[in-house]
């Protein structure tokens, strides 16, 4: 299985190039490489009328041949007539393959596969698939195996090296333990092999992906399941549930918490009372009130004179955070620090019952010169912003980063807000007992449980303890996709806005209406409000031609309305000149901001209300929802346009369902049925394969991988007996970065 195909006579080194650009290198390699598709030839008859037009296999007699060349056109056509066993002509016809003819002596017994049609007298096939009669089926007379291809090896070439790979292989290693199997119904490995590969019928072939899907989500819930043993064995402080001061904190806010978010926290608090750490994902859609519920928790935390961490992907994200909890805490007594690479900020969240006001520094590094850049705190309470921001001019030169650390490992500061690198990097607390995770979306799936890993490395000043671990993300993920991908986490689910939003009205909009849509955010700039404008999301490697089309938009639409100011977001700008552009549009120096899909997801700019989204058809249903989260969140009645040159109904459909709904979780569901799993994880980024992906709309099967998985780990849960699964799960593992 490991041999490598170099090492094997028969494939020569021209091909073994080939197959190694396809990332083939061993044996074992090549039999994992599945048929993309499968063309049914197995409809075996003979020649009649009632077949024209399908697509059948005819066993039939070389009984004339001819070449005709057609010396303009450059072209061969060789035409060779059949007798059935009826007798029934049939003349089948090859473009360019002259040699065909070599191989077909009159008298031959062939097998031929293809659409029939009625050519005059004749019924004909155009380039059908063949094979002599006595071979062993395998380019035609089944389901026959189509592959990816690349130039210079074709699906038939791969077919006969597969059979032969195939026949010498017949015991494959399998870790799915036999008794399983016979349980379940599955194939051995080598059996499901073989039927993926030339399925005997239909069934099989069904029965042969089940069994590879099974085995990929087996591997998937040993893994959580180990992980989350291993989480649940370590222990975590146990932090109080005091109901008057989390009460007080909520009566204090400036409105009152849905439903959801009561449910939320209190799930947390609770988890925060064990001494077992807590490891929940916060599922919520954008806008539903994450930050409250994360604050909610930190108090909890703080209040027990321990420390927090929160961590953002990006600096604006952190600081828009180190404003919110600034706000949120400045009736608390407090130290809270902003940690990035550009910032360094702290902030005393001042008792103004103790008048403890500046018993802490609040002071800003030499780096931040920049004006531009200076965060403005609470807007709504200026004592507060000037005060920061005249200790800011005093302590310029004072507080460095060491000093900051420093301070954050004697205790002094209470909460610290950063960047994730930045955080985790060298960061040593006192008593770290709460690690909030802002990820917006930004990470894989499976990375979660690296974070996981990350938190329970911390250096939280504490000997026998890890912190409990919160994580927030704003992608709305299916039931069936939390259960596969996140088995080891608790879920708590935000699923109702705020009561005072506004739906946001949204419109698909056809190429003839572009110039309306123009009018209308004209006199939606003139009462005061912003726009964005995104370009379609090309794929990564491409980040050059996003840039491109992004820039041009920009021109274009400077052009249009030349008496506004436009901003340009893409992903080849720094992130310092991101971050100026997006304070920009904050503080609106401009007034339409045209980006690629970077544009943050988490920024809050509540005076934008229209979103104008090109291509809309090219992004799933889920991030453009997601890019209809950045407006609406003001006060005032807020748009989404999606723009579209696709007329084919089905996309059409898709976006109506934005049109519809406003509600993520239904949007994330609809797109798991429509575009599978991959487009809401992004496959790259799950390492598994397509059957895996395929079948992780089947619930059932994942729910029987899970309970089998359990069971094992019951009396083996090192996998001690069994190596062959212990050694396939580390392989695993890797493949999916779930370590
Ligand atoms: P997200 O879940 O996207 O992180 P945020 O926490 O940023 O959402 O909240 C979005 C906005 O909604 C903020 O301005 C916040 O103050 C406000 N908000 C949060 N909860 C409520 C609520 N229960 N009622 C009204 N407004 C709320
Ligand atoms: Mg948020």
């Not at 007539?81 to 062939?110: C, H, R, Y």
């Amino acid at each position: 299985m490991n041999t490598l195909l170099k090492n094997i006579p028969k494939i020569t080194p021209k091909y073994v190039k080939t197959l190694e650009k396809l990332g083939l290198f061993t044996i074992q390699d090549f039999l994992f490489y599945l048929p993309r598709r499968y063309d049914d030839f197995s409809k075996t008859v003979a020649l009649s009328e009632e077949y024209l037009n399908s697509v059948i296999t005819v066993c039939a007699i070389v009984t004339k041949v001819k070449l005709n060349r057609i010396f303009r056109r450059k072209l061969t056509i060789a035409e060779v007539i059949f007798e059935d066993e009826n007798q029934t002509p049939l003349k089948a016809v090859w473009f360019n393959q002259p040699f065909i003819l070599e191989s077909m002596p009159i008298g031959t017994e062939v097998r031929l596969s293809g659409k029939l049609k009625l050519k005059g007298k004749y019924f004909t096939l155009s380039n059908p698939a063949w094979e002599r009669a006595s071979r062993e089926k395998t380019n035609t007379g089944q389901l026959v195996p189509v592959y990816s291809e690349t130039p210079g090896i074709t699906s038939k070439w791969i077919r006969w090296q597969m059979k032969t790979f195939l026949e010498k292989n017949q015991n494959l290693e399998d870790f799915v333990p036999e008794e399983l199997r016979k349980k379940l119904h599955l194939y051995s490995l080598t059996s499901a092999l073989r039927q993926l590969h030339f399925p005997e019928n239909e069934e099989k072939l069904l029965i042969a992906k089940k069994t590879f899907a099974f085995r990929e989500m087996f591997l998937m819930q040993l893994k959580t399941l180990q992980m989350k043993n291993v989480w649940e064995a370590q222990s975590a402080p146990s932090l109080r549930f005091d109901e008057e001061l989390i009460e007080k904190f909520i009566e204090n806010l400036p409105f009152q918490l849905t439903g959801a978010q009561h449910k939320a926290s209190i799930e947390i608090l609770k988890d925060l009372e064990k001494t077992c750490p807590m490891n929940r994902l916060l599922n919520g859609d954008v806008g539903t009130g994450k930050t409250v519920v994360a604050a909610i928790s930190a108090l909890s935390v703080l209040s027990q004179n321990q420390q927090v961490a929160i961590l953002a992907p990006t600096e604006v994200l952190a600081l828009q955070h180190f404003q919110s909890f600034s706000k949120l805490f400045k009736n608390y007594d407090f130290n809270v620090a902003l940690l990035t690479s550009s910032y360094k900020l702290i902030n005393c969240c001042h008792s103004e019952r103790s008048g403890a006001q500046s018993k802490n520094l609040q002071a800003i590094t030499p780096k931040l010169s920049n004006k531009s850049l200076a965060p403005r705190l609470s807007s709504a309470d200026p004592s507060t912003t000037s005060r920061v921001q005249d200790s800011a001019q005093d302590d310029m030169s004072k507080i460095t980063r060491e000093q900051m650390i420093s301070q954050i490992e004697s205790g002094e500061i209470n909460l610290v807000i950063g960047t994730h690198a930045i955080i985790q990097k060298d960061v040593s607390f006192k008593n770290l007992a709460l690690v909030i995770i802002d990820e917006q979306h930004r990470f894989g799936v499976t990375q979660r449980s690296v974070l996981q890993q990350e938190t329970m490395e911390f250096k939280d000043g504490k000997k026998k303890t890890i912190p409990h671990l919160l994580t927030m993300t704003a992608t709305p993920i299916p039931r069936t996709l939390a259960i596969a991908f996140f088995g080891s986490l608790d879920l708590s689910v935000l699923d109702e806005m705020p009561r005072n939003r506004k739906p946001i009205k949204t419109k698909i909009v056809l190429p003839t209406q572009r110039d309306q849509v123009y009018a209308f955010m004209r006199r939606e700039i003139g009462a005061g409000r912003q726009v964005f404008v995104i370009l379609p999301f090309v794929e990564e490697s491409k980040v050059l031609t996003e840039v491109k089309a992004a820039t041009e938009e920009h021109k274009k639409l400077s052009l249009i309305f030349p008496e506004y100011s436009l901003g340009l977001l893409h992903g080849r700008l720094k992130s310092k000149e991101k971050e100026a552009m997006m304070q920009d549009f904050k503080k609106k120096k401009s007034q339409i901001l045209v980006s690629t899909s970077v544009v943050e997801v988490g920024i809050d700019i509540p005076n934008a209300t229209i979103m104008l989204i090109e291509n809309s058809d090219r992004f799933g249903l889920s991030q453009l929802h997601q890019f209809r989260g950045r407006v609406g969140r003001g006060a005032h009645q807020s748009y989404c346009f999606l723009f579209t040159d696709s007329t084919t109904q089905t996309s059409l459909e898709r976006l109506r369902a934005l049109e519809k709904s406003n509600d993520g979780f239904k949007l994330s569901e609809i797109d798991l049925q429509l575009r599978g799993p991959g487009q809401l994880l992004g496959k790259a980024q799950s390492g598994l394969s397509d059957i895996a992906m395929e079948n992780l709309n089947n619930l059932k099967l994942i729910k029987i991988a899970r309970a089998e998985a359990e069971n094992i780990l019951k009396t083996d849960a090192k996998l001690k007996k069994h190596p062959l699964l212990a050694k396939a799960l580390e392989k695993f593992a890797k493949a999916v970065h779930l370590e």
